[in-house]
Nanobody, 125 residues
Framework: QLQLVESGGGLVQPGGSLRLSCAAP????????IAWFRQAPGKEREGVSC????????NDANAVKGRFTISRDNPKNTVYLQMNSLEPEDTAVYYC??????????????????WGKGTLVTVSS
């Protein structure tokens, strides 16, 4: 079973930046579409960003367009979420998720096959 491990969360001031990482020790992530989701207290889990196996295709939620950038470094077997211009509304637990990509590029919650345990991002002054 693929186990995803997120890292890079923490406390940051509004306007600041963080970079989250997603890795899967012992597995090759380039077989998977990788997505970032987040869940704030009292809210539903929502999609943030998604990237295809090769990195050619990406999909970002409207709330983070222009501020967050998903990327992957397949030789390093790592997927990143660069978060800039962070706002208090970005405070959430951020989850990495993976989808087997044989059926094409899609990023919906129901299509994800594996999930990490999450990393907390807190944006506060």
């Amino acid at each position: 079973q693929l186990q995803l491990v997120e890292s890079g969360g923490g406390l940051v001031q509004p306007g600041g930046s963080l970079r989250l990482s997603c890795a899967a020790p012992g597995f090759t992530l380039d077989y998977y579409t990788i997505a970032w989701f987040r869940q704030a207290p009292g809210k539903e889990r929502e999609g943030v960003s998604c990237i295809s196996r090769s990195g050619v295709f990406t999909n970002d939620a409207n709330a983070v367009k222009g501020r967050f950038t998903i990327s992957r470094d397949n030789p390093k077997n790592t997927v990143y979420l660069q978060m800039n211009s962070l706002e208090p509304e970005d405070t959430a637990v951020y989850y990495c998720a993976a989808k087997r990509s044989s059926s094409g590029f899609s990023c919906g919650f129901a299509g994800m096959d594996y999930w990490g345990k999450g990393t907390l991002v807190t944006v506060s002054s």
